[in-house]
């Protein structure tokens, strides 16, 4: 027994260990210590930072859109299904503060995350893998290009983490998280 989400799939044969690799509805996937993303995670090189966002968010957005085998009855179905997975992976607990379908925005919260433990003293909101993979879920979610965007940090003594997420011309970028986090499309 893993936990409730992933015992779903052990029951259904549909998390498998194959050739020594973990799949989930047939999309690969592994299980890893956090200091392997923590060292990602405090690069202080903004380019650097901005640039390992849009790549797992491009990766993580192509590899939902072709390889999820799990068919939904509807967008809430499938933002839940990918909630849950992100949260029952380790990753702490994520929450839907608000989601607004027609404006195509929306507010997750984290809570419990586990980098607090092993990153101390950051300088500034750092969770840009966690930024590309909702942004991923969201631009899915939303069938449009979403961008993400961290307004508080539990790496910053927050008692949460906070994600915007919406379309990128729809961000102030005279914010100054809006203008280190994402690159503005001219």
Same mark, same amino acid.
Not at 58 to 66: A, H, S
Not at 80 to 92: A, D, L, P, R
Not at 119 to 133: L, Q, S, V, W
Not at 156 to 161: G, I, L, R, T, Y
């Given at each position: 027994?893993?936990n &409730?989400? $992933? !015992?779903?799939?052990?029951?259904?044969n549909?998390? /498998?260990f *194959?050739?020594?690799?973990?799949?989930?509805a047939n999309?690969p996937?592994?299980?890893?210590?956090l200091? *392997?993303?923590? %060292?990602l995670?405090?690069i202080?090189?903004s380019?650097?930072? +901005?640039?390992? #966002? #849009?790549d797992?968010?491009?990766?993580?957005k192509?590899?939902i +859109? /072709?390889? %999820?085998?799990?068919?939904f009855?509807?967008?809430?179905?499938?933002? %839940?299904?990918w909630i849950?997975?992100?949260?029952?992976?380790?990753?702490?607990?994520?929450?839907? *503060?608000?989601?607004?379908?027609k404006e195509?925005q929306?507010?997750v919260?984290?809570?419990?995350n586990? $980098?607090?433990?092993?990153?101390?003293?950051p300088?500034?909101n750092? !969770?840009?893998?966690?930024?590309?993979?909702?942004a991923?879920? $969201?631009?899915?979610?939303?069938?449009?290009?979403? !961008?993400? *965007?961290?307004?508080?940090?539990?790496?910053?003594? @927050? /008692? @949460?983490?906070?994600f915007?997420?919406k379309?990128?011309d729809? $961000?102030?970028?005279? &914010?100054?998280?809006?203008?280190?986090?994402l690159?503005? /499309?001219?």
């Amino acid at each position: 027994m893993l936990n &409730r989400f $992933f !015992d779903k799939f052990i029951f259904t044969n549909n998390l /498998k260990f *194959v050739h020594n690799n973990f799949y989930l509805a047939n999309e690969p996937f592994v299980i890893s210590p956090l200091a *392997v993303f923590a %060292s990602l995670m405090t690069i202080k090189d903004s380019e650097f930072c +901005r640039k390992l #966002y #849009y790549d797992i968010k491009e990766t993580t957005k192509e590899q939902i +859109r /072709k390889n %999820s085998q799990i068919e939904f009855k509807n967008k809430d179905e499938l933002l %839940s299904f990918w909630i849950e997975y992100i949260s029952y992976s380790g990753w702490g607990q994520l929450h839907v *503060v608000n989601a607004n379908y027609k404006e195509k925005q929306a507010i997750v919260a984290l809570i419990d995350n586990p $980098f607090t433990v092993i990153i101390k003293n950051p300088t500034e909101n750092a !969770d840009h893998i966690m930024r590309g993979i909702l942004a991923a879920i $969201f631009s899915n979610v939303f069938e449009e290009d979403i !961008d993400c *965007v961290e307004t508080k940090c539990a790496l910053n003594n @927050e /008692k @949460e983490c906070y994600f915007i997420l919406k379309k990128q011309d729809c $961000f102030d970028f005279s &914010r100054p998280e809006s203008g280190k986090q994402l690159n503005p /499309k001219i």
